[in-house]
């Protein structure tokens, strides 16, 4: 009867494990203009870095489109932070080749949006969260929505 009662617990463990979704460890997800971005599945197509304890960068590139924002804060904490300037102390970015500057789209002072932090795990070197924002291209008189963004990554220390 033991035995019969084990391997029903055992059972009932494994159905009910593939009965879960699977969520990755790590990962970056948003939608551009409300189509779904992935980052590409390379080594460095997620990156983190906190640097000094004062500095976040965290980008995420799918071929040549990348994704990134930055933020400066004395420490970097859980907390919102408002996605407001551009290419200074809080902000986020949308280039969609490689060098050249006038396919660059940032946020600026009416053009924002905003980075929450949800997680800080400083022992194992972790951060989540969600971000969203409205980014600008002067060259071009256009904008580009960064909406319903989600992480969760491994960082470098710097």
């Given at each position: 009867?033991?035995?019969?009662?084990?391997?029903?617990?055992?059972?009932?463990?494994?159905?009910?494990?593939?009965?879960?979704?699977?969520?990755?460890?790590?990962?970056?997800?948003?939608?551009?203009?409300?189509?779904?971005?992935?980052?590409?599945?390379?080594?460095?197509?997620?990156?983190?870095?906190?640097?000094?304890?004062?500095?976040?960068?965290?980008?995420?590139?799918?071929?040549?489109?990348?994704?990134?924002?930055?933020?400066?804060?004395?420490?970097?904490?859980?907390?919102?932070?408002?996605?407001?300037?551009?290419?200074?102390?809080?902000?986020a970015d949308y280039d969609n080749t490689i060098g050249n500057p006038s396919d660059i789209f940032r946020t600026d002072s009416i053009?924002?949006?905003?980075?929450?932090?949800?997680?800080?795990?400083?022992?194992?070197?972790?951060?989540?969260?969600?971000?969203?924002?409205?980014?600008?291209?002067?060259?071009?008189?256009?904008?580009?929505?960064?909406?319903?963004?989600?992480?969760?990554?491994?960082?470098?220390?710097?």
């Amino acid at each position: 009867m033991r035995h019969l009662i084990l391997i029903f617990a055992a059972s009932f463990c494994i159905a009910a494990a593939c009965n879960k979704e699977h969520l990755p460890e790590y990962y970056f997800e948003c939608k551009l203009d409300g189509k779904e971005y992935v980052p590409d599945n390379c080594a460095n197509c997620r990156r983190s870095i906190i640097l000094g304890d004062t500095v976040l960068l965290i980008n995420a590139n799918r071929g040549f489109e990348v994704i990134g924002f930055g933020i400066v804060d004395q420490p970097i904490e859980k907390t919102t932070y408002l996605l407001n300037h551009e290419r200074t102390k809080h902000s986020a970015d949308y280039d969609n080749t490689i060098g050249n500057p006038s396919d660059i789209f940032r946020t600026d002072s009416i053009r924002i949006g905003q980075l929450t932090i949800t997680s800080l795990d400083k022992v194992n070197k972790i951060i989540a969260g969600s971000f969203s924002f409205v980014a600008y291209n002067v060259e071009q008189n256009k904008t580009v929505n960064v909406t319903e963004g989600k992480f969760r990554l491994q960082y470098k220390i710097n």
